[in-house]
C-alpha cells in the first residue's frame, strides 16, 4: 500500500478505536444531555416533524444515543451499534437536514454519517470487547 508515512501503517489497526472515542463521545454526550432534560418539549418537536408517537421517538432516540456511545467507547457490538446509528443519521439528513446547504446545514451530519459507515466496513479495531452475532 502506498503511503506516505508508511511507518504509521504499523498501527493502522487503532485507527477505528480513534473513531469509536470521539463518536461515542459525541453520542454518550448528546444521548445525555437528552437523557437528563424532559422528553414533552423533544417529543412534541418530533410529532411536528411527523414522527408519531413522539414520546416513543424521543425516548427511541435518546436511550440509541446514549447506550450507542457506551457500546462505541467500549467497543461492544461495534457494527452493529454503527449500523443503528448510521440509519438514524440517513433519517436525519434525508428528512430533519433536507433542504439546508451543506456549509452551516448538514456538513457535520455528514461527516457523522461516514465515520459511522467507517466503523461499520472497518470494525471496531483495538481494544474492543466485540462479541459476534
Known amino acids: 500500500m502506498l503511503s506516505l508515512f508508511p511507518q504509521l501503517l504499523d498501527y493502522q489497526f487503532y485507527g477505528p478505536l480513534a473513531l469509536r472515542l470521539a463518536l461515542g463521545a459525541i453520542f454518550l454526550a448528546h444521548g445525555y444531555q437528552k437523557l437528563s432534560q424532559d422528553k414533552a418539549q423533544f417529543a412534541g418537536w418530533l410529532e411536528s416533524m411527523k414522527f408519531k408517537p413522539g414520546k416513543f421517538w424521543a425516548w427511541l432516540v435518546t436511550l440509541v444515543e446514549f447506550l450507542g456511545g457506551i457500546a462505541l467507547i467500549v467497543g461492544f457490538w461495534t457494527q452493529l451499534v454503527a449500523l443503528i446509528l448510521a440509519i438514524q443519521f440517513l433519517v436525519i439528513l434525508f428528512w430533519f437536514k433536507r433542504g439546508q446547504k451543506f456549509i452551516g446545514g448538514w456538513e457535520l451530519d455528514?461527516?457523522?454519517?461516514?465515520?459511522?459507515?467507517?466503523?461499520?466496513?472497518?470494525?471496531?479495531?483495538?481494544?474492543?470487547?466485540?462479541?459476534?452475532?
Not at 120 to 129: E, N
Open 110 to 133: 455528514f461527516l457523522i454519517f461516514m465515520a459511522l459507515l467507517a466503523l461499520l466496513i472497518l470494525g471496531p479495531g483495538a481494544w474492543a470487547f466485540d462479541l459476534p452475532l
